[in-house]
């Protein structure tokens, strides 16, 4: 059973920056295009960004283009989501996952960003 381990959540200011990590148990992480997804208070979960498995295409949702950045290290089973200029409104846990969720993997505990002055 996969599991996934988010990390690098925090408080920050509006306009600061956080750098997320998700590792994933088990070696078929790589075989798999991967996401990190966020849920806010009272909404659903979305997903923000995808990368391609061998990390060569990404794609943002609208809400953080061009603020955050996807990449992954399949050596260490990692995934990672550099945000910057982050707002408000990009307060939520967040998780990361398979894109899409198909699999079936569980989702981890998610790593709480926080934006406020």
């Known amino acids: 059973q996969v599991q996934l381990v988010e990390s690098g959540g925090g408080l920050v200011q509006p306009g600061g920056s956080l750098r997320l990590s998700c590792v994933g148990s088990?070696?078929?992480?790589?075989?798999?295009?991967m996401g990190w997804y966020r849920q806010a208070p009272g909404k659903q979960r979305e997903l923000v960004a995808s990368?391609?498995?061998?990390?060569?295409?990404?794609n943002y949702a609208d809400s953080v283009k061009g603020r955050f950045t996807i990449s992954r290290d399949n050596a260490k089973n990692t995934v990672y989501l550099q945000m910057n200029s982050l707002q408000p409104e990009d307060t939520a846990v967040y998780y990361c996952?398979?894109?899409?969720?198909?699999?079936?993997?569980?989702w981890g505990q998610g790593t709480l960003v926080t934006v406020s002055s």
């Open positions: 996952n398979t894109d899409p969720t198909t699999t079936g993997w569980p």
């Open positions: 088990g070696s078929i992480f790589s075989f798999y295009r």
């Open positions: 990368i391609t498995i061998g990390g060569a295409r990404t």
